[in-house]
Every structure is written in structure tokens, then in C-alpha cells.
């Protein structure tokens, strides 16, 4: 068989912790079933208290079907050269090994991961401590597997969750705003995905970047995409979109080709040479190369004819600074300043405005601005209050958010984590927990079989020690069972269910969200 096969096989073994491989007979004798769950348990996040957003397990369920497949389609003769390569491995990490290798022959044998997991609805908004899925074995003889795999599912779960829940109080803020002064449906493109160079690699990427496209539409991460069409397809609509735009070596080798030591000369001869380039449609160009002031007051008034002659909007994207006081201006710069205007007061000034049936401001449709540079929820709120207060609307801006965005986080911002809370052994069932007395009870687990309902107004709540039939009737559905994904989300629906979430919980706090 190809060596890559049986590398593969080997690494799926291995996708776990150390201390995972000798747990097997570590559990009391007898064990037959290992039931665990998900949970965030808390928040670090004080704007998001209510609940965290749900992302990432469908594509998670296939990608471990797709990464245990080269393991369960070996022959017998290349079985034992992979045990061979555990077997070695674990010798050489654990000293002489106890840890065997007949479970995974007995694994293969069966020939796919005895497992059953329900679920939450992906888009469901699920509260603070109370479980997005549950886990356990299917055949007794596994009953070790569903916590050697605690460590994938924790390590694949938590960033996509993470994500979507930011971009959803990200929406939230931003549709409030709008809903006031502007058009809701420009928040759409309003928040924009620029955090794949900050992220930890390609998966991680992909798996955060869908999770942001869960609430907003406009994105540069294009894994994201592919992630959505391999494991979220169907009648998905417009998942993702972006629009044609420079980065600094493209504006500096401009300069330096056409202006020579003449900067300012070079880069009008750049945004000209784009602008004729694109005669219609948007266009980005980042505009702090050297001056971005120069820029606004001086390169675009010259270019203000061109500009308003096309089918299409110029967006200018500063870089760098304070992103407030770059928008908004600085009350403290020198009176008349570009400084003291900020960019889309000039921007204002240059084009002009119109006003729309709320009575903001909007720029001119031929001009626009984007900021994506350390751009947070914090910022984010502060910028469009203060442009809503000079009598623009929320919209003015468009966002990027990047990796100080979907990279500052951690599995702890909203402290997630997979316990066990019920096993059987010999036939009988025992309700299990963690309380450390040393932790200010942040850690405490849930117990026993658990269950999820909803009360009245829509709310979701935890059921411990939960039954037979209310595990039968609950929120939380069958979505895997033997090796088979058994409910299939179109991305489309995974954004509707968010929709209703987020306007059953806006309904509860008699506020308008989306």
C-alpha cells in the first residue's frame, strides 16, 4: 500500500494526548459506555453573556470519517504494520509498552467509529453551560474511544464556535446601529474576513472564517468558502464575496515605477492607471503607502471627475493609526487639519452627501471607505457612535476584521471544554461530575445523562440526570451514529437558524436583533 496510506492510518491513532493512550485500562473494570459533552462554561467576553453561537461539528464529523477512512480500508498485512509503527511509538514515548494494540484491531474490525453523538442546531444560540452535543459509544468493548477523542473535538470545535459567536455580537452591534441610522441589509458586507494570514494555519483559517460568514457575507479568506461548499452544501445562495483590491507593494512599486522620487506624482499616476483598469464595479486601494492625507486632499480632489464618472464606488482603505481618529478625525489636531477632519469628513467634503430616509448622511455612492487594521467589537462600537453623532450613518465604514479579531482567542475565551458525566459499568449506571474545591466552581461539570429543552419563551436549559424519554424528546438531535453523518445542514439553513435564535432572544429582551 502507498507509505501516505499508512502514514495516515498511523496519525489518526495518534491524534490525541499522551496521557489519553493508557486511559483504556486506567477505567474501572467493567466499563461499558463513557456518555461526555461540550460545554462552554463561561465567558471572558463582556459584551457576549447570553450565549455563544453553535458552528463546526457537521464539518467536523466528516473530516473524522474522511481522516479515519485510510485506517479502516487496510488490509490485514497493513494493519500490522501500522500497529507495528503504534506499538514502536508508543515504546519510545511511554517506555515499554502496556498500552497494547488489540483495541485497534478490534476498532478495525468493526470498521468504522462505534459512536453516537446529538446535537444543537448549527446557528443555535446556546446558553452559557448547557451542552452543544453529547458523545458516547455505540459497543462496550469501545467505551475508551469517546474520550481518546476528547482532544480532537475539543481542538476542532472551539475556534469556529468561538468565531461565529464574535461575528454574531459583531452583527448584533452593527445591525442595532443600522437599524437607526442606515439600511440593514448594508451590514451584509459591512463586516469583512481579513484574518486568514493571522491565523494558526490553513484548517484553522477556513473552519474561523465560515464561522464569521455565518453572519456576514463579505470575506478575503477564501478556504472559508471551499469549507462551506465541501461540508455545509445546498441551496446556499451568495455564501461569500469580496472586490478587486491593491496591498502596498502593489501602491509602492506603482509609486516607485511611475513617480520615481516623486512620490506624490507617482502614486496619482497609480490610482489613475487603477481607475482606468477598472472602469466600473468596486475597487479597494489602500491609501497610507506614505500620506494618507496627501491622498484625500490632494490626489483625489484631482481625480474627482474620473471618480464620479464611473459605474461604481472607489473605496479608500487607510492602514495604519488610530482607527477612530482616522475615521472619525481628531478633536485634538490642529484646527483645519486633514487630521482634525478624519477621512470621511474629507471624503465628504470632496463628494459630497445625500441624506437618507432616517435622516443620516451617506457618502456619495461613487465613494467609500474601508478600515481593516486592529479593527475589534470595542472599536468597531466606538466608530460608528461617533460618526452617528457627526450626523452620518453606522455604514459609512466598512470593517476587516482580522486576526486581532478571530486570532486574540483562546479555547478559555468562553472556557469550553469536554467532560464525561455518566458511565456504565457491568450494567449499571453511574452519574459523574468534577467540582474542584479549589476553583471558584467555573469547572464544575455537568452530571449524569444529559438532555436539552427549551422553555417557553425559546430558551434552551439543561435536564441532568436526564431519562430516557426526555433524551428522546429534547433539542439536542441524533447526528451521527456508527460512522454515518445523520443530519445534513445546508450553510443556508445553518444562517436561518441564527436568524431565529437571535430574534427569539431579541424578542426576550425586548430588543430588535437580527
Not at 500500500?1 to 491524534?15: G, P, Q, S, T, Y
Not at 468534577?434 to 422553555?455: E, F, H, N, Q, Y
Not at 436549559?461 to 441524533?478: F, K, M
Amino acid at each position: 500500500m502507498n507509505r501516505n496510506v499508512l502514514d495516515e492510518a498511523l496519525d489518526v491513532l495518534l491524534e490525541t494526548d499522551a496521557y489519553k493512550l493508557g486511559h483504556r485500562y486506567m477505567y474501572a473494570d467493567g466499563t461499558e459506555v463513557v456518555f461526555s459533552n461540550l460545554t462552554a462554561r463561561g465567558t471572558r467576553n463582556p459584551d457576549i453573556t447570553e450565549g455563544t453561537v453553535f458552528f463546526g461539528l457537521q464539518a467536523l464529523l466528516h473530516r473524522l470519517n474522511e481522516k479515519w477512512a485510510p485506517f479502516f480500508g487496510l488490509s490485514t498485512s497493513d494493519l500490522e504494520e501500522v500497529l507495528d509503527g503504534y506499538a514502536a511509538f508508543v515504546g519510545d514515548l511511554l517506555g515499554p509498552n502496556t498500552v497494547g494494540v488489540q483495541q485497534f484491531r478490534e476498532l478495525h474490525s468493526v470498521g468504522h467509529l462505534p459512536l453516537r453523538v446529538r446535537a444543537f442546531r448549527e446557528g443555535s444560540i446556546v446558553p452559557l453551560r448547557v451542552p452543544y452535543f453529547t458523545i458516547e459509544n455505540t459497543d462496550p468493548r469501545f467505551f475508551w474511544l469517546t474520550n481518546y477523542l476528547e482532544t480532537t473535538l475539543s481542538a476542532d470545535m472551539w475556534h469556529p464556535i468561538t468565531s461565529a459567536t464574535i461575528a454574531w455580537s459583531n452583527r448584533r452591534l452593527l445591525d442595532v446601529r443600522a437599524i437607526e441610522s442606515s439600511d440593514l441589509a448594508a451590514v451584509d458586507f459591512q463586516g469583512h474576513d481579513f484574518s486568514y494570514r493571522g491565523l494558526e494555519n490553513d484548517l484553522a483559517a477556513a473552519a474561523s472564517g465560515a464561522g464569521h460568514l455565518v453572519s456576514f457575507k463579505g470575506t478575503d479568506t477564501l478556504p472559508a468558502i471551499r469549507y462551506v461548499q465541501r461540508y455545509y452544501d445546498g441551496d446556499n445562495g451568495l455564501i461569500g464575496a469580496s472586490v478587486p483590491a491593491t496591498e502596498h507593494a502593489v501602491m509602492t512599486s506603482g509609486i516607485a515605477v511611475y513617480g520615481g522620487e516623486d512620490r506624490a506624482g507617482g502614486e496619482l499616476a497609480v490610482f489613475e492607471r487603477l481607475l482606468d483598469q477598472h472602469p466600473a464595479g468596486i475597487l479597494s486601494v489602500v491609501s497610507d503607502s506614505f500620506d494618507l492625507w496627501y491622498v484625500c486632499e490632494y490626489i483625489l480632489p484631482k481625480l474627482k471627475d474620473k471618480i464620479l464618472a464611473r459605474d461604481g464606488k472607489l473605496v479608500i482603505r487607510p492602514d495604519s493609526g488610530d482607527p477612530e481618529l482616522i475615521l472619525c478625525g481628531d478633536r485634538n489636531a490642529p484646527v483645519s487639519s486633514p487630521q482634525r477632519k478624519g477621512v470621511v469628513n474629507i471624503l465628504a467634503n470632496v463628494f459630497g452627501t445625500t441624506v437618507n430616509d432616517k435622516g443620516y448622511k451617506e457618502l456619495d455612492s461613487h465613494i467609500g471607505v474601508i478600515y481593516g487594521d486592529s479593527i475589534n467589537h470595542e472599536r468597531a462600537d466606538k466608530i460608528t457612535a461617533n460618526l452617528m453623532r457627526q450626523g452620518y450613518a453606522s455604514t459609512t465604514p466598512v470593517f476587516g476584521f482580522g486576526s486581532f479579531t478571530y486570532q486574540y482567542q483562546t479555547r478559555d475565551t468562553f472556557k469550553m471544554a469536554v467532560k464525561a458525566t455518566w458511565t456504565q459499568v457491568n450494567g449499571k449506571g453511574y452519574n459523574i461530575l468534577k467540582d474542584p474545591i479549589t476553583d471558584d466552581g467555573g469547572k464544575k461539570s455537568a452530571t449524569g445523562r444529559l438532555a436539552v429543552r427549551r422553555m417557553m419563551d425559546g430558551l434552551p436549559y439543561l435536564i441532568e440526570h436526564a431519562t430516557p424519554e426526555q433524551e428522546a424528546d429534547q433539542v439536542l438531535e441524533l447526528v451521527y451514529e456508527d460512522g454515518e453523518v445523520l443530519r445534513h445542514q445546508s450553510f443556508a439553513d445553518v444562517r436561518a437558524t441564527l436568524a431565529n435564535d437571535s430574534a427569539v432572544l431579541g424578542r426576550r429582551n425586548k430588543v430588535s436583533l437580527r
